[in-house]
């Protein structure tokens, strides 16, 4: 007998293979690769697939693990602190986008109950998709990353009242308010569950999974709690996706959240490529070929629409310009919620024949052009700042009392300029303060600024991408700037302003790819340091000397990486010579710790009447004599019964002297 699932499976990623390989060659995001494999293989396309509920199944666990993922990586303490961008601003971004299209919708001719139907349709955007893209750009730590991820979960929350609104505006009688207040109860109380487990339960579960060191056993508790909790969510009437970041919160607050997440990733990646596919099997080709026009005028429609309103709320929540550009452009698609509300919509006849087809390819083309404008909206973001607009807007409707007073910042001179105060910013203000070395930070999160500045640090809300705020903290008298922040295309620009400003500032980037020190060098950065290199250059400098070679050249070899830009390390066949210099051979000779015994032969002798080296061919690299230690001891030292002899030589060597070091029976 035939197994459908297992056959369609089969064919899903026989196909995505292929597609994938293709739209590598034309630099394609693999998302929309996943997209492409769906559209040929669903139903609309060659056929391929019969399982389709089977497959939508699968592609839900997909989803479910990807946020569990982000809350993993997240933290329940920074999900506290994001609580007023989750509810202003998300609230902000789905009411006014509700509001438009529920304008547009009844100007089009539609009925009251199908405009609002068609508001709660596009004020959605896509969790999956925006997340996955900010992952693979290193960008979820991101002010704009952030502030997405914010938006995204108030509106997994909003989508709950909107299906439970649904049948009454397809003429079904329901008591709403009770329903809705029932909810309320039944979410707050899950929600006090996870703050309960994260705190008291979970840490003592994991650790007594975690002591059995038991790699399958740790896998399948941490696949119990994603999946418990979302099952909880999903009684009490919340989405399963929603349960499972909340899970990974939950993990998070126990010191065994990162290997949980090493566990997971590889589940991930499969099953959600599953979920994007399953998103191109629902587009009708047919369909679009037959109204392109109409299609695409309400793609544009709400790409602009909701562009202009996530900006806008971004706005209100005093984030700067670009920062508000950017949200906007990452959340301008409609998402897979969207697809879950449509279903709902058809049984009550809210969406019917091509009005539900319609909308449908509205979504997906949103959704696979996600990729191509989230790589776009930086670009955008600085042309938009290149326009002359009120400062106040550009930089962010900050309050003055979040920044460093026009005193202390014309005071500044001969400082350092920190760019971002995430745990590499605080490490460099620490060490700047215990140095005195008068120094400010420009940081973008208004809640940070706040309590920092409370604190007493010398730090301002702003965006380092513009001049005005460089020059508010004295960026012409400034020695060093760090920019330490995780955004790629700001570091870049942020770099070139500032070597524009002070052609003499000495800058210092972070980031987080080899590809990225390049164009940075190129921009004025004076040193780029790249941490997926800066920890393999730390664990070749002690595997350096364990083979004994010397400090002196350990750090001339890593000197040289640095300068470079990390070529030894990229291309190791192309630059034998650096390697060749280097006195590895050392096969036969090992360091040995010898103790001295109390009636050893050797006891009350100096070195010179031994002749450790002359008789033996070994050397007397220290003596440990107690707490104390004696470095190169001359031929005048004694040693001592307890002494520890640190001696280098070959094994064979050593033995004779060890023998000499032990009590003598004889």
Known sequence: MEVALFKDVL????????????????????VVGFLLTGILAGPYGFGFISAIEEVEILAEIGVMLLLFTIGVEFSLKEFMRMKKSVVLGGSLQVILTFLASFAIATRLGRSINEAVFIGFFISLSSTAIVLKILQEKAEFDSPHGRMALAVLIFQDIAV???????????????DLG??????????IGVF??????????????????ARSRSRE????????????VAWLTYLAGLSLSLGAFLAGLIISESEYGYHALGNIVPFRDV??????????????????IEQPDQVALIVVAALIVKTLIATLAVLFLGFPLRTAIIVGLTLCQVGEFSFILA?????????????????????VITMGATPFIMAFAPRVANATLRVPLPSKLKTGFSSRSESVSEHQAHELADHVIIVGYGLSGKNVATTAKTAKIPYVIIEMNPETVRKEKKAGEPIIYGDATHEAVLEHVGIEAARVMVVVISDPTATRRITAVARRLNPKIHIIARTRFLNETTPLHDLGANEVIAEEYETSLEIFARVLAKYLVPKMEIDRLTAETRKDGYQMLRKPAQEPASLADLKLNFPDMEISSIPV???????????????????????????RRGAEILNNPDGQTQILGDDILILLGSPVDLVPVAGSCQKCDG
């Open 160 to 174: 709950v009242p909107m299906i439970l609104l649904t049948p009454l505006l397809g003429g079904e009688g329901a």
């Open 343 to 363: 279903k709902v919509g058809v049984d009550y006849g809210l969406l019917a024949g091509d009005t539900f087809q319609l909308f449908l390819a509205v979504a």
């Open 271 to 288: 099953f959600t490529s599953l979920f994007f596919v399953s998103i191109g099997m629902l587009l009708d080709l047919g369909f679009l």
């Open 597 to 623: 015994h109390q009636k050893a032969p050797v006891a009350g002798k100096s070195l010179a009447e031994l002749q450790l080296r002359t008789k033996y061919g070994v050397t007397l690299l220290a003596i």
């Open 178 to 187: 009770k329903s809705l207040g029932f909810l309320a109860l039944k979410g």
């Open 11 to 30: 064919v899903i990623f026989s196909l995505a293979i292929g597609v994938l390989l293709v739209c590598q060659r034309v630099n394609l995001p693999t």
């Open 192 to 209: 006090a569950l996870v703050a309960a487990s994260a705190r008291w339960i979970v840490p003592g579960l994991l650790y007594q999974i």
């Open 217 to 228: 056993l740790f896998l399948l508790s941490v696949l119990v709690m994603c999946f418990g």
